[in-house]
């Protein structure tokens, strides 16, 4: 089965910095772009930065300079360095699995809750 296990959530103050991590099991990891989403209350699911097998990133513009996502290959891993954090920050982070360069599958974590408050 495919699985991916986000950690590293949690309560913040502005300014302050988490790291999210995300475990891929079940899919052959270099086949997959991978990627970080956030949801906050009332609002849409937005893309908050992807990399590729060859680290290619792509950043939401609210995140530049901020954030920075970076994987490990050999460990399957994807994580996603947040700093100068700001309380708009605030939502659920979920890690996803996109494959391209064949058929196209898509997979989701269950998400984990960052809070940014004082």
């Known amino acids: 089965q495919v699985q991916l296990v986000e950690s590293g959530g949690g309560l913040v103050q502005p300014g302050g910095s988490l790291r999210l991590s995300c475990a891929a099991s079940?899919?052959?990891?270099?086949?997959?772009?991978m990627g970080w989403y956030r949801q906050a209350p009332g609002k849409q699911r937005e893309l908050v930065a992807t990399?590729?097998?060859?680290?290619?990133?792509n950043y939401a513009d609210s995140v530049k300079g901020r954030f920075t996502i970076f994987r490990d290959n050999a460990k399957n891993t994807v994580s996603l360095q947040m700093n100068s954090l700001k309380p708009e920050d605030t939502a659920v982070y979920y890690c996803?699995?996109?494959?391209?360069?064949?058929?196209?599958?898509?997979?989701w974590g269950q998400g984990t809750q960052v809070t940014v408050s004082s």
């Open positions: 079940g899919i052959i990891f270099s086949m997959y772009v």
């Open positions: 990399i590729t097998s060859g680290a290619r990133t």
């Open positions: 996803n699995a996109d494959r391209v360069g064949g058929p196209r599958r898509g997979y």
